[in-house]
């Protein structure tokens, strides 16, 4: 599986997201461990995410709302 590089991201419930303009990639790790890869992100998508007051609050309003398709691909449990 290709990586994506993460950054680290001022957020309460993710540590890290990183995304891949080319592939329409982003991952996106959570505070338990866990790392989730959504698929044909746009970058649009990617900005308003990085720009939202609330990194938590755009996931579950927002982000999730889009439906973009998604597996789980690293999990520390």
Not at 8 to 29: H, N, Q, W
Not at 37 to 55: C, I, T
Request: charged share 30%; no cysteine.
């Amino acid at each position: 599986m290709n990586k994506v590089r993460r950054l680290p991201i001022d957020s309460t419930s993710i540590v890290s997201m990183g995304y891949d303009e080319a592939r329409r990639l982003l991952d996106i790790e959570f505070l338990s461990g866990d790392v989730y890869r959504y698929f044909e992100v746009p970058a649009w998508e990617y900005e308003n995410f990085l720009g939202a007051p609330s990194k938590g609050t755009y996931l579950n309003q927002e982000f999730k709302a889009a439906g973009y398709r998604y597996e789980k691909i690293q999990s520390e449990s």
